[in-house]
């Protein structure tokens, strides 16, 4: 079994900064990609930022140069650094995990709980 933890949500003003922090744990081979989602309130959950075990990173369009994902291989953990955030940016962000259980097993997707972001003044 594997635990997804976030941490780090809650109310910012416009062009403020958060970090979000999450944390993997539990029995497993390795994790392969991490990442942040988000869904805002009465819309699809959509994919912010990922990161690979080798530190590729992707960013959806509307986060570029605002956000940055980083990621600790050796602690199993994944941050989520927001500049300059805008009332759009509000949503329950979560955390996901493609974790490898064994050297042969299928890969399997876990998602943390949800931390709440709000952006307002």
């Known amino acids: 079994q594997v635990h997804v933890v976030e941490s780090g949500g809650g109310l910012v003003q416009p062009g403020g900064s958060l970090r979000l922090s999450c944390a993997a744990s539990?029995?497993?081979?390795?994790?392969?990609?991490m990442g942040w989602y988000r869904q805002a309130l009465g819309k699809q959950r959509e994919l912010v930022a990922d990161i690979s075990r080798s530190g590729f990173t992707n960013y959806a369009d509307s986060v570029q140069g605002r956000f940055t994902i980083s990621r600790d291989n050796a602690e199993n953990t994944v941050h989520l650094h927001m500049n300059n955030l805008k009332p759009e940016d509000t949503a329950v962000y979560y955390c996901?995990?493609?974790?490898?259980?064994?050297?042969?097993?299928?890969?399997?997707?876990?998602w943390g709980q949800g931390t709440q972001v709000t952006v307002s003044s």
């Open positions: 539990g029995s497993f081979y390795s994790i392969n990609s």
């Open positions: 996901h995990a493609n974790v490898a259980p064994g050297r042969w097993a299928v890969d399997v997707d876990y």
